[in-house]
């Protein structure tokens, strides 16, 4: 997989080069480009802003400047530009794993007020574009969403994480939130480990596991489970 990504802030995006993310661009799974959107500026002040149409608080970045940079960064090819904002559409772990089928991915991050819609509206003519949200809240720009996107989408390609099971039981695999997890020692400050983890018996051990995941989804998210796909839960899910 090939990652472009564009900023005004390169440096904000150094952690993609650290960890996990570093060794997956060791092992050559995945080739991480990250761009000064200022490199396609033209004028002394290499300005990528301007005043808003229409008038209201803060700046809008330049429809040419990012037209050049995209038409640079995606040159080749038709690959999938995402641009992260507080009006895009929720980013979720489907999504994750549709972005970790993409062969080149492209990530253009917006500042100030965001970036002129006719960028957007001018790169959709020639590939699919996404504009999506990390959560509702409002970051300050586009690169904090980009790691965290990254990092999930990257995770899920195969050969970066140690154990693969581990993406397979990730929290909303199956739709559900994962259950509390525990290791030694069996009993830290009073507290001591459930002692069905310590039966060996693994049928009883699974079933555990499904009734805190289904308890502490209904806890925290409930609206997870309504969005369960018919025949989700068994019967003794239901008894819950
Ligand atoms: C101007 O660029 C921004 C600003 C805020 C922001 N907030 C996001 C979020 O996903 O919460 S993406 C994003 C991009």
């Known amino acids: 997989m090939r990652i472009d990504v564009v900023t005004i802030f390169p440096e904000y995006l ?5 960890a996990l993310l570093g060794k997956a661009i060791d092992k050559g ?7 000064d959107l200022r490199d396609w500026t033209h004028d002394v002040h290499k300005a990528v ?26 040159a080749g090819g038709t690959p999938r530009l995402v641009v992260p904002t507080p009006a895009g559409r929720p980013f979720t772990q489907a999504l994750a794993h549709e972005y970790a089928a993409e062969p080149h991915l ?14 957007v509206d001018d790169a959709s003519r020639r590939m699919r574009v996404d504009e999506v949200s990390i959560g509702d809240y409002v970051l300050v720009g586009g690169e904090v969403a980009v790691l965290v996107m990254v990092e999930a989408v990257v995770r899920l390609l195969p050969g970066v994480l140690g154990n693969p099971a581990s993406a397979a039981q990730d929290s ?7 259950g ?4 030694r020692p069996e009993v830290w400050r009073g507290l001591a480990v459930p002692d069905v983890l310590r039966s060996g ?29 018919e025949g989700a839960l068994d019967k003794h899910d ?3």
């Not at 990530?107 to 960028?119: H, K, L, P, S, T």
């Not at 509390?180 to 290791?183: C, D, E, G, I």
């Open 14 to 18: 150094d952690p993609l080069r650290a």
């Open 29 to 35: 799974l995945i080739s991480v480009g990250v761009h």
């Open 49 to 74: 802003d301007d005043s808003p149409y229409g008038g209201g608080p803060g700046m809008v970045m330049k429809p040419q400047v990012w037209g050049d940079a995209l038409d640079a960064v995606c």
């Open 106 to 119: 492209v990530f253009a991050c917006g500042r100030y007020e965001g970036i002129d819609q006719r960028v």
């Open 172 to 178: 909303f695999s199956d739709g559900l939130l994962e």
């Open 180 to 183: 509390p997890s525990y290791t």
């Open 201 to 229: 018996n693994h049928r009883a051990i699974d079933r555990w596991r499904r009734d805190q995941a289904l308890r502490r989804t209904w806890e925290r998210r409930p609206e997870l489970i309504d969005a369960l796909p």
């Open 238 to 240: 239901r008894k819950l």
